[in-house]
């Protein structure tokens, strides 16, 4: 009975057994059809375009919110009501059951894979064979997807490449984890495989994976390894690292992280390259007012238009058709209100001038911040594109009753949680002008997975990174993307003028182990991918890698929106002048921050009560780079000489307990 629990509990862990008896569910107890056997399916290319597609596991548009955009909420961009555990030492423990340690879609590929690759190398699909090819393409790409979330989340995983039997003693053998940097390989061998099979265009075009995409993820997977080794050498977040908890558990290991690093970095050259030589930028065609009314520059309609794949620069997006009820709500809100998030004062005053100077340097022109539009006078084209400016257009195909244009109004600061402008600085990327988007359950706007400016920036970051210098190839990657976004394309300028310690008030990303950094350069390409990258979630994934966030566990970080103390004030008085602003210590519920403690709107700084870990500020601790793995999974894989598998660093095995360092 004890050895029979034990299967069945592995295989709710482990999920990667073919013809499991484990009632887990429905869907992951049979085949991936039901009532079709291993000799019934996967032998028509339909059926290898149905499996793939319903494989795809990215982060798209959906639900009550603004989607996509709303990714960098919780990090120095981005702000919303709610605070994070991830910022709240003591608050983020470690869970009983669940979290990254599963394999459901890793077995789902498994299978396709294992029962696929032989028919295909056979001969024995049926269909046109350029299209079977590029699906067989498609899965190693999302296994490789699959395994570089496991890599981010927790590091070390172990890499299973087939299906297995249900026999605990070969399960349990399985699921011991393999070093971070070997899965890494493990994903760019995936990928290499993809690029080999995928097609450029591929079947219903950018709906689905191409070979540019593939290039695309191996470089962001390359130069996520080769920095986060750079940056976390030594610790027991790398392999071999001082206290890495897999040092005399895994056989045969060694490590020359120099090597490493390099091997990463080159991979992330070659690939980014293979994008950004053959994709060329969205042009940002702005008009005299650039930001009143966008609806025919193409940089801004590109993240809200109804079909992204028009635009070359877009590699992979998702459709949406409400008549099908395949929608989401993302201009909902974006069009009309806040969302419930907001960009933050240090997000905001990091983007540099036109002149390419940044705000405090001599000469840049800065205008101030006593209002919006001061703050986006002659600022960087991408902060006056997706920032909200009173007085700006919503829409282009309908007026007020009286046939005026409809306008945006003043923040929200103090609405409902759901529509609030949460800093005062509103998110205005992915905002559609057309009416039918507006409506609630009609949005049809496209979610962009992955567009080619990534490539650009992973270019010139690895080759900088590897080099030490920047080659003809990244100046030119570098001086394109400015270019667009409007600013002076000699960076020498910026970089001259760039104060890394006045950068510091603003940027996590001066730091990395928990230091100031020393070259503006590289200080400075970190800044392009944060204006580059607004409100598409990939903050968060370069904090970390840096280790862009040591520094907050002496120092932590208030988050601040605009200024509302100041004449922006006036725009929250009633009918009868009087203050609709309700300050800590005021009589009624606080809805903003005090003007004692700043003129700037501090959203975790209205409600001071216990329940408001971040009240005192954005701090860390560095078990935090990694997630925990639950409790339940050490129990699952004991062997009686202990776990087969290891803890993060910093995590007990404890369910509830917190990181300890």
């Known amino acids: 009975m004890k050895s029979k629990k034990y299967i069945k509990s592995v295989c709710l862990l482990f999920a990667v057994v073919f013809m ?67 910022w709240a030492p003591g608050e983020w423990r470690v869970p009983q059951s669940g979290g990254a340690w599963n394999f459901g879609n890793i077995r789902q590929l498994n299978y396709f894979l294992e029962t696929a690759v032989p028919k295909f190398e056979a001969g024995e699909i049926k269909g046109n064979p350029s299209s079977i090819a590029h699906y067989v393409g498609e899965a190693y790409f999302l296994r490789a997807y699959e395994y570089f979330q496991k890599v981010k989340q927790v590091g070390d995983f172990p890499i299973v490449k087939n299906t297995l039997e249900d026999n605990l003693e070969q399960l349990i053998a399985e699921s011991k984890r393999d070093p971070r940097n070997e899965v890494a390989r493990f994903v760019l061998a995936d990928l290499d495989k993809a690029i080999t099979l995928l097609q450029t265009d591929p079947p219903n075009g950018k709906n689905r994976i191409s070979k540019h995409t593939a290039y695309l993820l191996k470089s962001r997977v390359a130069l996520h390894e080769g920095s986060w080794l750079t940056y976390h050498r030594g610790t027991p977040f790398v392999p071999g690292g001082d206290g890495w908890p897999g040092a005399g558990e895994i056989d045969g290991f060694s490590i020359d992280i120099d090597a490493e690093i390099d091997f990463f970095l080159s991979q992330a050259m070659e690939a980014s390259a293979n994008v950004a030589d053959a994709i060329s930028l969205t042009p940002n065609i702005p008009a005299e007012d650039i930001a009143y009314n966008s609806s025919n520059n193409p940089y801004f309609t590109m993240f809200g238009s109804e079909n992204p794949g028009q635009y070359q620069e877009v590699l992979l997006w998702r459709d949406y058709d409400p008549s099908i009820g395949i929608n989401h709500n993302v201009n909902h809100y974006l069009n009309q209100n806040g969302g419930n998030s907001g960009y933050t004062r240090s997000f905001v005053d990091n983007f540099l001038m036109r002149n390419g100077l940044p705000i405090y340097a001599d000469g840049s022109g800065y205008a101030g911040d006593d209002f919006i539009d001061d703050v986006k006078e002659n600022r960087d084209l991408r902060l006056q594109l997706f920032m909200k400016q009173p007085g700006e257009l919503r829409l282009t195909d309908a007026t007020d009753t009286n046939g005026d244009p409809l306008l945006i109004q003043k923040p929200e600061i103090t609405g409902l949680q759901e529509t609030k402008d949460v800093t005062g600085y509103s998110v205005k990327k992915g905002l559609s002008y057309l009416q039918s988007n507006v409506d609630g359950n009609s949005g049809s706007t496209g979610s962009i997975v992955f567009r080619a400016t990534e490539a650009y920036l992973n270019y010139i ?96 970080h208030i988050i601040k929106g605009f200024k509302l103390w100041g004449p922006m004030e006036d725009w929250y008085l009633d009918d009868e002048g009087n203050s609709t602003l309700i300050e800590p210590g005021d009589s009624g519920v606080p809805n903003v921050s005090s003007s004692d403690e700043s003129k700037y709107l501090m959203p975790y700084r209205i409600n001071l009560g216990s329940g408001n870990p971040v009240s005192d500020g954005y701090s860390w601790a560095d078990a935090h780079y990694l997630e925990p793995i639950a409790t339940e999974h050490f129990l699952i894989t004991e062997t009686g000489d202990g776990s087969a598998i290891y803890q993060n660093p910093g995590w007990s095995k404890e369910a509830g307990t917190s990181a300890e360092f």
């Open 20 to 86: 499991t008896s484990c009632e887990v569910d429905d869907f992951l107890d049979r085949e991936p059809l039901s009532d079709v056997t291993p000799n019934d399916y996967l032998n028509r290319e339909a059926d290898l375009a149905a499996y793939t597609i319903a494989r795809y596991n990215f982060p798209t548009h959906g639900g009550w919110n603004i989607g996509t955009f709303g990714r960098d909420n919780h990090t120095d961009n981005q702000a919303t009501s709610g605070y994070s555990r991830i």
């Open 461 to 556: 970051e690895a080759s900088y990174l590897k080099e030490g210098s920047l080659n003809t190839k990244a100046t030119e990657y570098w001086k394109a993307i400015r270019e667009r976004a409007g600013i002076e394309p000699d960076f020498s300028i910026t970089v001259a003028a760039t104060d890394i310690s006045k950068e510091a008030e603003n940027d996590f990303a001066a730091h990395s182990a928990g230091q100031l950094l020393d070259d503006p350069i590289l200080y400075n390409i970190r800044r392009e991918r944060r204006g580059e990258l607004i409100a598409e979630g990939m903050r968060l994934f370069d904090l970390k890698r840096w280790r862009a966030l040591d520094q907050l566990q002496d120092n932590p």
